[in-house]
T-cell receptor
Framework: SQQGEEDPQALSIQEGENATMNCSYKTSINNLQWYRQNSGRGLVHLIL?????REKHSGRLRVTLDTSKKSSSLLITASRAADTASYFCATDEGYGNKLVFGAGTILRVKS | EAGVVQSPRYKIIEKKQPVAFWCNPISGHNTLYWYLQNLGQGPELLIR????????DSQLPKDRFSAERLKGVDSTLKIQPAELGDSAVYLC????????????????FGEGSRLTVL
């Protein structure tokens, strides 16, 4: 089963533009995480936001979390061609001790 | 520091044949995970090991899939016999323990083994 639903499924932007991806989930969580996956590679952890946090920054990444709406967004500012990848949100579904991933957003940054 | 190592990277087999995937986690990581990733989807957990004990294998199709983690280090995932629907990427991941994943997100993935069943 997949907990998170990412939106949009695919996003194509020009280098230098900002990219925003959204994630919605179904159950209560302790935290929400975002991962990146380059084509043909494994997933790489980007950022974790706890349920009592509303916003978090890491370099060009900004993550927000709205637990009342059960949703999160990932903003990548000043995108680069190297940001081209799939981005997945993951939650500890129902306070469980495993991560449940969404279906992901495919981001393409054109140079 | 070496990351999570998986082999083979690619495997093509005929249906009904057996196949095995191997994973070497990051040194010192007690928790090892096998995930299944279908095309266009996120990873889905198949099994999680704490040292050599399988603590969550509820999503592992036990009629044809098996896994082991002898001595609590390397792990092998086997499919016998393979079916057409098993074509996917099998990802291995490791963490110091589950708490570090929950608290810091320190879950490290290998590059995956892509299986094609003909």
């Amino acid at each position: 089963s997949q907990q998170g639903e990412e939106d949009p499924q695919a996003l194509s932007i020009q280098e230098g533009e900002n990219a925003t991806m959204n994630c919605s989930y179904k159950t209560s969580i302790n935290n929400l995480q975002w991962y990146r996956q380059n084509s043909g590679r494994g997933l790489v952890h980007l950022i974790l936001i706890r349920s009592n946090e509303r916003e978090k920054h890491s370099g060009r990444l900004r993550v927000t979390l709205d637990t009342s709406k059960k949703s999160s967004s990932l903003l990548i500012t000043a995108s680069r061609a190297a940001d081209t990848a799939s981005y997945f949100c993951a939650t500890d579904e129902g306070y469980g001790n495993k991560l449940v991933f969404g279906a992901g957003t495919i981001l393409r940054v054109k140079s | 520091e070496a990351g999570v190592v998986q082999s083979p990277r690619y495997k093509i087999i005929e249906k009904k044949q057996p196949v095995a995937f191997w994973c070497n986690p990051i040194s010192g990581h007690n928790t090892l995970y096998w995930y299944l990733q279908n095309l266009g989807q996120g990873p889905e957990l198949l099994i999680r090991y704490e040292n050599e004990e399988a603590v969550d294998d509820s999503q592992l199709p036990k009629d044809r899939f098996s896994a082991e983690r002898l001595k609590g280090v390397d792990s092998t995932l086997k499919i016998q016999p393979a079916e057409l629907g098993d074509s996917a990427v099998y990802l291995c991941a490791s963490s110091l323990n589950w708490a570090t994943v929950a608290n810091t997100g320190e879950l490290f993935f290998g590059e995956g083994s892509r299986l094609t069943v003909l």
